[in-house]
């Protein structure tokens, strides 16, 4: 639970006390943040005192009385909204009228309260000012992180982008000015290095495509009744040639129940990453062993372990984040968007399910996906 700091600005003691006592004890339930909020409230009697407290302590809701021995409470209003203060005011007067209450919200008071007033009529507008303010703070909060999101995003891009692509105008400027001469063989590993540099960029080019329609939730669904086994085997299939030149088994078991309904787009993109990326981090002649198995509540549980290169605890804390690639002397060479995981996360996430993963250091690493059988009424639940 957190508190909001409320200055009640009142030259009545009685009045002052009244509202204390009205919203000392009083807690504020929000629903949009699940939690609930209380209140620090610290009391002045006039106008001076009150710009002295706002100077010295961040408020977040002020009752401010209209009238007042000093100075008025629109003129403390017009202070406040000068000198940008982040709170909600409410403007109490005995002296109501449309007039005071048109200039108070002119002036930036959030709401306008008459005396007398019941307590209960204070804590509704209390409780009115305080779910605006939370969730006015709340939306810059994200606005920010927004921001913030699209910066990394934008500079790291630029970097996974920038280093292949001064590559592959490296090698054209030499083939360009037959810089090795007229020799065509040695021309060819430069051709070779830049077809992987190209492939490395589209890939990271389709997985930010695939990422982009699931978190914007333009991703239409398609949920059928689909085969776990016969959707790893297409990834087993596409991953094959690569696994071939390591000399990688891949081997599937399953003998039970593979039915599911998904969205067959969504599980290719689940198996591709995993079997992908087993065989990616392997060794010369290793092995990916594929385990589809049911628990006691029906979901389905995959798992994909391999005997590759494996990670240390700290690189195993870092790997689901979004352009996230454990980088070392073992996989320095190893091409990734740094996306695949992040997707393979979310995608479990819309199947009520997990990823986690096992690893240990040179030994290899094992990754267990949890995969529950959706409804096929979930269509509507899109990303």
């Given amino acids: 639970m957190k508190n909001l700091r409320v200055l009640i600005v009142d030259d009545e003691p009685g009045m002052r006390r009244g509202a204390f006592k009205a919203l000392r004890d009083y807690r504020v339930k929000l629903r949009d943040f699940d939690e609930e909020v209380g209140f620090d409230i610290d009391q002045v009697e006039n106008g001076t005192e009150a710009l002295e407290a706002f100077a010295k302590v961040k408020y977040d809701l002020a009752l401010l009385d209209y009238k007042l021995p000093d100075i008025s409470g629109l003129d403390i209003l017009v202070k406040l909204q000068s000198q940008k203060y982040d709170l909600l005011s409410i403007m109490v007067t005995a002296y109501s009228s449309l007039e005071v209450a048109v200039s ?26 305080a779910r605006s303010l939370l969730l006015s703070r709340h ?28 590559a592959i105008e490296g090698y054209l400027n030499i083939l360009d000015q037959k810089v090795a001469g007229d020799d065509l063989v040695k021309y060819e590993e430069m051709i070779s290095r830049s077809l992987i540099r190209i492939g490395g960029m589209r890939k990271l080019i389709f997985d930010l495509l695939d990422l982009t329609r699931i978190e914007s939730g333009q991703k239409v669904r398609e949920l059928h009744e689909v085969s776990i086994k016969d959707a790893v085997r297409k990834s087993i299939e596409t991953v094959q040639p690569d696994a071939d030149i390591k000399n990688v088994k891949i081997e599937l078991h399953c003998s039970g129940d593979d039915l599911i309904n998904g969205d067959s787009s969504e599980l290719e993109i689940i198996f591709n990453n995993l079997v992908s990326n087993a065989v990616k981090y392997n060794r010369e002649n290793g092995r990916v062993d594929i385990y589809i198995d049911k628990d006691k ?36 060479h190893i091409p990734g968007s740094g996306l695949g995981l992040s997707i393979l996360k979310r995608l479990s996430s819309f199947y009520k399910g997990d990823v986690t993963v096992e690893s240990e250091n040179d030994v290899g690493t094992t990754f267990t996906v949890i995969l529950k059988n959706l409804s096929l009424t979930d269509n509507e639940d899109s990303a």
């Fill in 104 to 129: 108070a919200t002119k002036n930036g008071a959030f709401d306008f309260l008459a005396k007398p007033f019941t307590p209960d009529e204070l804590r509704g507008v209390v409780q009115k000012a």
């Fill in 139 to 166: 939306a810059q909060k994200l606005a920010e992180e927004k921001r913030q999101v699209r910066f990394q995003f934008l500079s790291v891009l630029s970097h996974e982008l920038k280093a292949p692509l001064n």
């Fill in 297 to 332: 509540e029906d979901a389905f549980i995959i798992k994909v372990a391999d005997t590759g290169i494996g990670m240390t605890a700290e690189e195993k804390d870092r790997l689901f984040g979004e352009f996230v690639r454990i980088k070392n002397d073992k996989t320095r």
